[in-house]
């Protein structure tokens, strides 16, 4: 083996190894922050990882799908084990009160709007 068939065939294994799924989102947002919906199939808890850096929100899973025992896959929809999604967020986000919560394959996000960029009611006096 030559060293550009070696180099060739490491660079791919890396790029195997970063590539994942981007799992569906759904964003809605009110008038208090935003509430992402994020499924992630045959993600177990433990292999959920959640990261704010900055302004990006970072959602990577690993899935964990086991096949039964003495039974082989003949055809398989989801190839790879991973899901990636990047989002850039707001400044009017606070994401030191993020919270998340997964069940049944479903994560939810809730990031609240930062105290200045929620609307604020204005009382008007009677003179």
């Given amino acids: 083996m030559n060293d550009k068939t ?7 294994a890396r790029a195997a190894a970063e590539s994942a799924l981007m799992p569906p989102v ?3 947002e009110d ?3 935003i509430t992402l919906l994020a499924d992630l199939p045959g993600v177990p808890k433990d292999r959920l990882h959640l990261q704010v850096e900055a ?3 970072t959602i990577e899973a690993e899935v ?3 096949v ?4 082989e896959a003949t055809h398989a929809e989801v190839n790879l084990p991973r899901y ?19 069940r049944n394959g479903v994560l939810t996000l809730r990031i609240p709007k930062a105290e200045h960029a929620q ?4 009382e008007v006096e009677v003179a």
Wanted: glycine fraction near 4%; aromatic fraction near 6%; proline fraction near 4%.
């Fill in 6 to 12: 070696d180099v060739a065939r490491k660079e791919e």
């Fill in 26 to 28: 759904d964003v809605f």
């Fill in 31 to 33: 008038a208090t922050g």
């Fill in 55 to 57: 302004e990006a929100l």
């Fill in 64 to 66: 964990a799908l086991e």
């Fill in 68 to 71: 039964p025992e003495g039974m």
């Fill in 84 to 102: 990636r999604r990047v989002f850039t967020l707001s400044r009017e986000l606070d994401t030191d009160k993020v919270s998340a919560e997964f």
């Fill in 119 to 122: 609307p604020k009611r204005i």
